[in-house]
């Protein structure tokens, strides 16, 4: 034992499973990770929750009763999910409380189908915050274009949001402004700005994973020299706006009226390459009031090799920004990678869906009442 985790709390980076299943819920071992591995809360995503429902542990009793009731797949699924949601809540009450609200949350993400149709996403997010009904859920929405006003109108209206799929630099500066009008927007409405909070999830692994892929295409000295940097440069960058927006003069009115910084969360901190320690995406960016979401590979790899010397952002940036600079200057370009990443997330999620759809609707063919 490390104690890395506790180390890394310590820090100010709030540690996240990036996981849940019914299995989990009923076993104690969520109970289990608040209580022994300094977690103190947890993501979803469509990806995760295909792999445990289809993996049915826990699942069958309440499949037979939604077939009984006849209700349709999409039903189905959105009463499987917020259910698993709901309970994850109740376990982590205590943390939410103990933190004044700040950590102790569970997300649960909009139906990926929506990514890019506004009104749809915002319906659907009230919709999930109404069935959770639980005030330490934070509801994901994805960080396209169509996203983004979904996002301000949905913290406009009291909502706790956890922004997704965030790549780009440019994108999350978006993302912050869209909390910000959010913010404003509730404000007028007379909202109690200081139970609204937000997390910006911006994605770390898969932009090494891409990058790495046209660098090993060129195969020059100084491609190889360039691997491993793009993913790391890119979340520090990322910080460093979210300084320089959470100390603007437009953020210090909002403050002043009881408002929450919206904190940067490190998604996709698993390692891709087997070459990088399994800790590269934990160890390099430990920064105050942030947020990191761990599968539970990354998690038990940090508690036993974790190596947490203080803060491993603050003065990179200019670093950072040669990581990037060099990147380009080998022909790779950033904007580019960063919207096939965004397409592509967004494609998985739906696929992780349909997979999804498909999989709960053959349960509930198979554990129908028959007639009569």
């Known amino acids: 034992m490390t104690d890395a985790l506790k180390r890394l709390s310590e820090e100010g980076v709030a540690i996240w499973l990036d996981d849940l299943s019914r299995q989990r819920i009923t076993s104690g071992n969520l109970a289990e990770l608040i209580d022994q591995q300094h977690v103190v809360g947890v993501t979803t995503n469509p990806s995760i ?3 445990a429902i289809s993996g049915g542990d826990g699942y069958e009793q309440q499949v037979a009763d939604l077939a009984a009731r006849k209700v349709t797949v999409e039903e189905a699924i959105r009463m499987i999910t917020t259910a698993d949601v709901r309970d994850a809540a109740d376990i982590l009450r205590p943390v939410f409380d103990a933190t004044g609200g700040q950590d102790g949350r569970v997300s649960i993400e909009v139906d990926p189908r929506l990514a890019h149709n506004t009104r749809a996403t915002v319906a659907e997010a009230k919709q999930l915050a109404w069935l959770v009904d639980r005030p330490n859920t934070l509801i994901k929405i994805p960080a396209t274009k169509a996203g983004l006003p979904a996002i301000t109108e949905v913290i406009g209206l009291g909502i706790s949001v956890n922004v997704t799929l965030i790549f780009s630099l440019e994108r999350y500066r978006e993302v912050m402004d869209a909390y910000l009008a959010g913010l404003e927007k509730a404000k007028e409405r007379g909202l109690d700005l200081s139970l609204i909070r937000s997390v910006a999830s911006f994605f770390v692994s898969r932009v090494d994973t891409e990058i790495d892929k046209r660098l090993d295409a060129l195969g020059t000295d100084e491609a190889k ?14 910080y460093q706006a979210y300084e320089e927006v959470f100390s603007s ?24 390459d087997p070459a990088y320690k399994p800790t590269l995406y934990v160890d390099d960016l430990v920064a105050p009031n942030t947020v990191n979401t761990m599968p539970e590979a990354t998690l038990q790899a940090t508690e036993e090799k974790g190596e947490i010397t203080g803060n491993t952002v603050a003065g990179t940036y200019e670093q950072a920004r040669a990581d990037l600079d060099a990147v380009e200057r ?4 950033y904007d580019d990678v960063v919207q096939l990443l965004e397409d592509e997330g967004v494609e998985k999620f739906e696929a992780s869906w349909n997979d999804l759809l498909k999989s709960t609707e053959a349960e509930l063919e198979r554990l129908a009442p028959s007639e009569g």
């Not at 020299?225 to 990322?238: D, F, M, Q, S, Y």
């Open 225 to 238: 020299a360039a691997r491993g940097k793009a993913a790391v440069a890119n979340a520090r960058l990322a």
């Open 330 to 333: 080998l022909g790779i370009s």
């Open 249 to 272: 003069d437009r953020w210090s009115a909002l403050e002043n009226a009881g408002a929450n910084k919206q904190r940067p969360l490190w998604a996709s901190t698993g390692v891709k």
């Open 49 to 51: 929750f295909q792999k």
